[in-house]
């Protein structure tokens, strides 16, 4: 690694980041340009602000509450940062990040305690989340796993996994699975099946729904109402039906 072209100034000390590169010593830059081998190279663009490209394997701490930003690498991480964004990125982590976490276009991402926001869009793997402070929109995704996040919005993931939540709304999923969520809204998903959940609105899709309060199926009798078991919801056209699954019944309303 050499260091060339420093960037002087006043402010540029309070932000020093940490970094490890393929499993060597920890290097400290707060200033200037590092070019590795290889092509990769980091640079402080601006006071609090890192930015790393193409590098094979890549862990970024501290910073003084500085943002982190990188571009084509294989393994990035980012600790204990102000915010981070990834790009074209192999494997992605994030944790600790106090600000938001921004990834795009990246095979796998894992964000743990962030913040702010956190946005994922075009995940070729897994996106896991769990604790974002703000807003999580994950887009595009083979599979999402997510927990402990005041607000969510999943869209086109093939499989979601949600436990824990506020508001959540999932669109043109292949499967969900959700558990201990709040107001919960599905749209044109292929199966999805909530528990322990408050508002379940349906729209276009094939959902079980099983309250907190209600005892195993076996326990039920024939004679009780089919709303005390586990419901099926199915849309299609313009009338809503209500399908218990152990049970024939049926209930259509018309929505117009």
């Known amino acids: 690694m050499v260091a060339v072209g420093p960037i002087t100034s006043a402010t540029a000390a309070h932000h020093v980041f ?24 980091l640079s402080v663009a601006s006071p609090g602000v890192l930015e790393v490209s193409r590098l094979k394997h890549v862990a970024v701490r501290g910073g003084g509450g500085g943002d982190v930003r990188f571009a084509r690498c294989g393994f990035a991480s980012a600790e204990a940062c102000g915010a981070a ?21 990246c095979r796998s991402a894992d964000v743990e305690r962030a913040g702010g926001a956190v946005s994922i869009r075009r995940c070729k793997g897994a996106a896991r989340v769990h604790g974002a402070g703000g807003e999580l929109r994950v887009a595009r995704c083979r599979e999402a796993d997510v927990g402990g996040c005041p607000e969510v919005s999943l869209g086109r993931c ?31 998903c292929g199966e999805a099946n909530v528990w322990s959940c408050g508002n379940v609105i349906v729209r276009r899709g094939k959902v079980n729904v099983v309250e907190a ?22 849309t ?21």
Not at 21 to 38: F, K, L, P, Q, Y
Not at 240 to 253: E, Q
């Open 85 to 105: 964004s990834f790009h074209r990125c192999d494997a992605v982590r994030a944790v600790d990040v106090a600000g938001g976490v921004s990834v795009r276009r």
């Open 158 to 188: 093939r499989e979601a996994r949600v436990d824990w939540c506020g508001a959540l709304g999932v669109q043109r999923c292949r499967s969900a699975e959700v558990s201990r969520c709040g107001a919960v809204r599905v749209d044109r």
């Open 18 to 41: 940490t970094v490890v590169i393929d499993g060597a010593e920890e290097t400290s830059i707060h200033e200037g340009v590092i070019r590795c081998s290889g092509g990769g190279t």
């Open 213 to 234: 309060h209600q005892p195993q199926v076996w326990h039920q009798k024939l004679a009780e109402p089919a709303y005390s078991v586990p419901t099926e919801i199915m």
């Open 236 to 256: 299609k056209g313009r009338r809503t039906c209500l399908k218990s699954t152990p049970m024939v019944f049926y209930d259509c309303l018309r929505t117009a």
